[in-house]
Nanobody
Framework: QVHLMESGGGLVQPGGSLRLSCATS????????MGWYRQAPGKQRELVARITVGGTTNYADSVKGRFTISTISRDSAKNTVALQMNNLKPEDTAVYYC??????????WGQGTQVTVSS
């Protein structure tokens, strides 16, 4: 059974920062990439940032220069990835989901963590 756990959401003022973390129990040898998606009320889920095992990154245009996804690293027997979010804006408010793409098909989703940017 695969375990995927997210942490780090919360309430922050505009211009502030948050760091999201995601940990998966999947072996690194079965992972193609890890990333973050978000879904705001009334909107479709969208890609925020993704990184492959090889280190190639992909960001949504709306977060380039503000968000940084970490490399996939090993921590306490889990593979983890973090999303550093700086200069947050109200339009970044959404539920953020961790996503793991598996080699040869399939993907895992986290339960989601709420990020609210408001004064």
């Amino acid at each position: 059974q695969v375990h995927l756990m997210e942490s780090g959401g919360g309430l922050v003022q505009p211009g502030g920062s948050l760091r999201l973390s995601c940990a998966t129990s999947r072996s690194i040898f079965s992972i193609s990439s890890m990333g973050w998606y978000r879904q705001a009320p009334g909107k479709q889920r969208e890609l925020v940032a993704r990184i492959t095992v090889g280190g190639t990154t992909n960001y949504a245009d709306s977060v380039k220069g503000r968000f940084t996804i970490s490399t996939i690293s090993r921590d306490s027997a889990k593979n983890t990835v973090a999303l550093q979010m700086n200069n947050l804006k109200p339009e970044d408010t959404a539920v953020y989901y961790c996503n793991v793409r598996v080699l040869f098909g399939g993907e895992d989703w986290g339960q989601g963590t709420q990020v609210t940017v408001s004064s």
